[in-house]
């Protein structure tokens, strides 16, 4: 098991919601809460990008495409970092990653999110 672990993910209509976790189990509680954690994601085809983070003081910061929409919170005594993805839209399919604003843990697998479109009516008259 790797430094990190994300879970959560799926497969999700536009509109919808999902909460990701990441936990750290293998790292101890005195040297994760100073952490400022992050999340990061990446489509295919395209760098990672981070999302949201958190500081040790709960400030956060979020990318402007994702604002109003996802929340990023932390729980010390279970050092996990989760990320709220309220009203998903299929710009925001991805793999999920968390890491440290510096990126200096080793990556974990990540988790993948899928958004799909709310469709469109096709109506065929003869």
């Known amino acids: 098991q790797g430094q990190l672990v994300e879970s959560g993910g799926g497969l999700v209509q536009a509109g919808g919601s999902l909460r990701l976790s990441c936990r750290a189990p293998r790292m101890i509680t005195s040297v994760f809460n100073p952490l400022s954690m992050a999340w990061y994601r990446q489509a295919p085809g395209k760098q990672r990008e981070l999302v949201a983070s958190?500081?040790?003081?709960?400030?956060?910061t979020y990318e402007d495409s994702v604002k109003g929409r996802f929340s990023i919170y932390r729980d010390n005594s279970r050092k996990t970092v989760y990320l709220q993805m309220n009203n998903l839209q299929p710009d925001d399919s991805a793999v999920y990653f968390c890491?440290?604003?510096?990126?200096?843990?080793?990556w974990g697998q990540g988790t993948q999110v899928t958004v799909w479109g709310q469709g469109t009516q096709v109506t065929v008259s003869s």
């Open positions: 958190i500081t040790s003081r709960r400030e956060t």
């Open positions: 890491n440290t604003i510096e990126r200096n843990i080793d």
